[in-house]
Structures are given as structure tokens and as C-alpha cells.
């Protein structure tokens, strides 16, 4: 079974948020149960792309407009991943330093344009083409629909969407820049007066799947727009829960951390991660320590956590840090917070990723009070570490995470407020008053088991239902 994934991200390549991790670790365990999987991703200006060597697969022009554009297509010189990842090379538009910028409308353009016009000169062609978000969200209407594609439309698309909030929407007069097909089908591109890549690829995709199946249920009645359309599509839809790479996210060997740990061990190995992160960070390392690791949007409910944080720390008697950027607002208010709480908080703006590891392994509960979570792998990283998530009940956190008082082994809010966030750390501050049973629950939590394993089966047993 030949498999490509098409996607922007892919960890450890290029990695903004949780696409790239299941990106970098879905195709590795395809792979591991016999499929032969492999990536189609741009050739960013990365860390990454700049400490390996790449060897030329393929060379041609494509058209995007009037424009035409010269494309290599590159591998990697050496196998350091565990799948093949093919990458599009377009120096004028891809090769640049962040995943995203605000030419985006052209350079995913040309990327699915330039992985079609690849894929069609393959011998061997795939099997199934599994794309992921907005940013691959036209190839299954091109493939089905563009005359220059005819001979891929067998080819059953997927798309997985891992975050409904991000359509990748364009004006109509983009419409000449997708390979030309029958006008008379136009409307599959189209939502609400604009060209709506993910509506496209919900109708045009063979199937449709979310990251975990309560946001597939969601997504009925909260879509940003799309909610008709899901619902009308519902019989080719299905929520599959991610999994984590447990090669990567495991504390007995991850090598990001200050000290190994598993369940035996657990108690010494989290605190020396906890003294670590307390003497670098000027915190009290006597008191409970809380964590957030995330984008700082909406979606997770960050404008929040400065007043609610600020709340929670005028007791003094817990210790917190923070790991994040985006909105520029919630960064300089989490940041301001640092004087006034010396000794209790810090944070960290910006993207450190072995910081992240770190946190996981050492604060003892982790944050999560998002609006709207497709699936969340920070959760399953944390408790991975033995962290015990405080989340709210919502998508994938819902699927994931049992409050401790329905016999699980989180805390779970039903509100995005600051009052809610605020309650639910006291909660863990009071569960952690009582040692004997959060150290129990430490051990426990790092037994639950999340790896690709279940979910991968998922996937293929999905493509196979297809024919
Ligand atoms: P999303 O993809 O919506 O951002 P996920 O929970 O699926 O949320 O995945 C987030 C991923 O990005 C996790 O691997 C998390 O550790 C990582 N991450 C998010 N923000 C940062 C940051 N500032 N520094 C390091 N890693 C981060
Ligand atoms: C998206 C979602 C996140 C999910 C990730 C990986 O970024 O916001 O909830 O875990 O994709 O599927």
C-alpha cells in the first residue's frame, strides 16, 4: 500500500504546531505495519534544510496564472527520517525562513500544483493521497477535477483536518490559477462568495477525517462557517484520536530532558527537571508547579491566562510558567506579569522546543483551557511525563482526559473563563496536598496509552474501506 501525505508541516523538518508532530510520526508507523508511506512538503528556509544534504529527483516548470515557475523536487541525501519525505522546491515562494507568511495564497498554490504535476510523472503512482489542512485543501478537487490530473482521479484523496478554524480562503479571481477544468464544477470551490480550499477538500475528498471524534462532532455545530457543509458530508466523515510518537516523547529517553525517568523512578526524575527549570526560572520549587505550552491565541483560550494567573499567584503558595507566542497583546501582559509575581512565575516567550520537553518532564500539572481543540497533544505529552492535564472538556481534551472526580486522573473545566481556570488550580492544588494519591496518580498516568498504534490501524482500515 503506497501512501503520500501531503502537508506544510512535518516534524522534525518544519514545525509550527501538532500537525507537524503527526505528520513526522503517522507515516513512521504506517510504515512500521508494512505500508510504504512517505511526505510531500515544501523546501522551507529551516535549521533543518540547512544542516542536511538533499539529491535532485525531479525538475520541471509549473504554470500558476501567467506566471511560470521552475520546481525541483528533493529528498534527503541520507535516511535520517524513518519514511521518505519528498520536498517542493520553489526558491521564489517556499524557501523561507517561517512555515507561514502572508503570501500564502501563491505558495500553497504552487506547492499542490507543483506535487500534482510531480506525482503524475511517477511510474509508480500511490495508492491513496492523504492530505492535511487547508494549505493541501485544493488537490482533491485538482485531481478529481483538472483535465492536466485526469489520470490521478482514481486515486483516492483523504483529507485529515486538524484545525477547521484556518479555511485558507482566497478571492475568486485567484480561480485562474487552478489548473484549468469544467467552469460548470466551479462551485466546489466556493463557500460563501470566496474559494474556500478546506470546504473544497471536504467536498471534493474521497473521505474526510478530524484528529479526535468528539471535534468531529462539534465541528456539526461549530465550524467557523462550515457547519452545513459537515454535516451534509457526514456519511464520509469520522474523527480518529491522534496518538503521540512515543520514540520521541518518552522521558526514559528523551534527550532534550535534564534527567531520565520512567514510572519506577518517576519521583526523583520529575524533580530534578523541576529544580532545573525553578533555579533557571527564579521560582519556588517547594510549591505545585503549573505549566502552559501553546500558541497564544484564541483557539487556547491565552488571553485568559494573564488574569487568571494573576489571580491564582496572589496566594503565593504555587509556582508558574509559561511557554508561548503569538498575539502580541497576551505575550507582553504574560510577560509584564513577571515582575509582579518574581519568585512564582516566569515565561518564556517564544519557541523553544527542547523547553517544552523540559516542562513537560518537570512542572507537576499542565494548562489547557482551550476554546476549541481538535485533538491536543500537549495533554498526552504531560501525561506521558506523569503531568497531570487541567483542561477544558472540549474536542480532543474531552476524548482524553478524566476528571478525578468522575475516577480519572485529570481536572476537567466545562468554561473558558478566568474563574474556571482559577477553580480548576485550586483543585490541583489541593490534589497535590494529598501526596500519597497524586504520586499514585503520577504512575497511573504515565501507563495510559497513546501511541500511533491503535490510531494507525484506524487509518489504514479506513483507506482499505475505500475500494
Ligand atoms: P496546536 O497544533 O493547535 O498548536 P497541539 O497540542 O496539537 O496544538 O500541538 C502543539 C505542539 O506544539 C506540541 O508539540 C507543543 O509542545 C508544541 N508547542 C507549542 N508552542 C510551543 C512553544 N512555544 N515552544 C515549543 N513547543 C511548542
Ligand atoms: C491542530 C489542532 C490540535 C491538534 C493538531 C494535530 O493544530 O489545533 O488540536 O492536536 O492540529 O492534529
Not at 89 to 107: A, G, P
Not at 132 to 137: E, F, L, N
Request: hydrophobic share 40%; with cysteine.
Amino acid at each position: 500500500m503506497k501512501i503520500i501525505h501531503i502537508s506544510a508541516e512535518c516534524y522534525p523538518i518544519a514545525k509550527v504546531g501538532g500537525l507537524a508532530d503527526v505528520v513526522g510520526a503517522l507515516p513512521k508507523y504506517q510504515n512500521e505495519i508494512g505500508a510504504n508511506s512517505a511526505v510531500i512538503m515544501p523546501f522551507y528556509n529551516t535549521k533543518f534544510t540547512q544542516s542536511h544534504k538533499f539529491t535532485l529527483v525531479y525538475q520541471a516548470n509549473l504554470i500558476l496564472g501567467n506566471q511560470e515557475l521552475n520546481f525541483d523536487i528533493l529528498k534527503i541525501e541520507d535516511a535520517v527520517l524513518e519514511f521518505d519525505v519528498f520536498f517542493v522546491h520553489v526558491k521564489d515562494l517556499l524557501y523561507t525562513e517561517s512555515v507561514y507568511t502572508d503570501n500564502d495564497t501563491n505558495r500553497f498554490l504552487a506547492f499542490q500544483i507543483a506535487a500534482l504535476d510531480w506525482i503524475l510523472t511517477l511510474k509508480k503512482k500511490p495508492d491513496y493521497i492523504h492530505c492535511h489542512d487547508h494549505h493541501t485543501g485544493l488537490i482533491p478537487f485538482m485531481a478529481q477535477e483538472s483535465y492536466k490530473y485526469e489520470s490521478l482521479n482514481k486515486i483516492p484523496v483523504i483529507t485529515t483536518i486538524h484545525n477547521a478554524q484556518y479555511q485558507g480562503w482566497m478571492s475568486y479571481d485567484n480561480l485562474y490559477k487552478i489548473p484549468e477544468f469544467n467552469i460548470e464544477n466551479v462551485g466546489l470551490l466556493m463557500w460563501d462568495g470566496m474559494i474556500n480550499p478546506l470546504a473544497a477538500a471536504i467536498k471534493c475528498a474521497w473521505r474526510v477525517t478530524t484528529v479526535s471524534p468528539s471535534y468531529m462532532e462539534e465541528l456539526k455545530y461549530s465550524a467557523n462557517g462550515l457547519e452545513s457543509l459537515l454535516s451534509h458530508e457526514s456519511s464520509k466523515a469520522v474523527g480518529i484520536l491522534n496518538g503521540i510518537d512515543s520514540a520521541v516523547w518518552n522521558p526514559e529517553t528523551d534527550k532534550f530532558i535534564i534527567k531520565n525517568y520512567k514510572k519506577t523512578t518517576v519521583e526523583s526524575g520529575k524533580k530534578a527537571n523541576k529544580e532545573w527549570l525553578c533555579s533557571q526560572f527564579n521560582l519556588d520549587k517547594s510549591k505545585p508547579l503549573f505549566a502552559f505550552i501553546g500558541r497564544l491565541v484564541g483557539e487556547k483560550g491565552a488571553e485568559l491566562l494573564p488574569h487568571a494567573l494573576d489571580y491564582a499567584l496572589r496566594s503565593k503558595d504555587i509556582a508558574v510558567i509559561v511557554l508561548g507566542s503569538g498575539a502580541k497583546e497576551t505575550e507582553k501582559e504574560l510577560f509584564d506579569l513577571i515582575l509582579k509575581h518574581k519568585g512564582n512565575y516566569n515565561a518564556f516567550i517564544g519557541y523553544d522546543e527542547k523547553l517544552s520537553h523540559i516542562i513537560y518532564a518537570g512542572a507537576d500539572f499542565l494548562l489547557m483551557p482551550s476554546r476549541v481543540e481538535p485533538c491536543g497533544l500537549n495533554q498526552m505529552y504531560s501525561l506521558r511525563y506523569g503531568t497531570v492535564p487541567i483542561v477544558r472538556r472540549i474536542g480532543g481534551l474531552k476524548d482524553t482526559v478524566v476528571d478525578i472526580g468522575d475516577h480519572g486522573f485529570g481536572i476537567c473545566h466545562n468554561e473558558v473563563s478566568e474563574q474556571d481556570i482559577v477553580v480548576a488550580i485550586n483543585r490541583g492544588k489541593e490534589f497535590y496536598t494529598q501526596q500519597k494519591e497524586f504520586k499514585a496518580n503520577r504512575k497511573h498516568i504515565m501507563s495510559i496509552d497513546h501511541s500511533w498504534e491503535v490510531s494507525t490501524k484506524a487509518y489504514i482500515n479506513l483507506y482499505n474501506s475505500i475500494n
